[in-house]
């Protein structure tokens, strides 16, 4: 499979950014430490985007990059 190009991102960005929000605002009950979370997932994905061209399937590894982000937060504080 090939690398997304930016088209693609924005899709997956657009398509999933909402849900990922709600799901991190859910788990850390502040909507600036959820927006955090997203960014930092949503980072994660331009920095490395050959990574979804490996990745099975793309919305369950969204959901666990910003569940990892929302752990690394809670931890912090």
């Known amino acids: ?8 991102l924005a899709e ?7 849900a990922l929000a709600r799901n ?4 850390l009950r502040s909507e ?12 994660a994905v331009l920095r490395a985007p050959h990574l979804l061209a490996v990745v099975e ?3 369950a ?8 982000r929302c752990a690394d937060i809670v931890r912090r504080e």
Request: hydrophobic share 45%; aromatic share 10%; net charge negative.
């Open 1 to 8: 499979m090939a690398t997304p190009d930016q088209h693609d």
């Open 12 to 18: 997956i960005f657009a398509g999933y950014g909402g």
């Open 24 to 27: 991190a605002r859910a788990l």
């Open 32 to 43: 600036i430490d959820a927006e955090d979370a997203v960014q930092d997932a949503m980072l």
């Open 57 to 59: 399937r793309t919305s």
């Open 61 to 68: 590894w969204l959901y666990t990059l910003v569940r990892r």
